[in-house]
């Protein structure tokens, strides 16, 4: 079992900028395959980025050139640089830790409004 707890959400201006935080237990952590998702009210889980043990990243479409996905093996956590941010980002973010099996952070609101 692995937990995975998120940090960092809250309310920014447009044009904007905030940096998410996933941690994630286990010491196997380098191995893990992990990525950011993200729900808006109404819609579909979607895709931010995900990133490889080895800190090979993926990007949804929406997010290129804006959103950065970095991880620190020495310290079990992963980050989520958002830059450029607008009203079509907010969403509640989760976290994914995929290592045999998938699990979910509990989210964290990302409200984008001026």
């Known amino acids: 079992q692995v937990q995975v707890v998120e940090s960092g959400g809250g309310l920014v201006q447009p044009g904007g900028s905030l940096r998410l935080s996933c941690v994630a237990s286990g010491s196997f952590f380098r191995l893990y395959v992990m990525g950011w998702y993200r729900q808006a009210p109404g819609k579909q889980r979607e895709l931010v980025a995900t990133?490889?043990?080895?800190?090979?990243?993926n990007y949804g479409d929406s997010v290129k050139g804006r959103f950065t996905i970095t991880r620190d093996n020495t310290k079990n956590t992963m980050y989520l640089q958002m830059n450029s941010l607008n009203p079509e980002d907010t969403a509640v973010y989760y976290c994914?830790?995929?290592?045999?099996?998938?699990?979910w952070g509990q989210g964290t609101q990302v409200t984008v409004s001026s």
């Open positions: 994914k830790v995929n290592f045999g099996a998938d699990y």
């Open positions: 990133i490889t043990g080895g800190g090979t990243a």
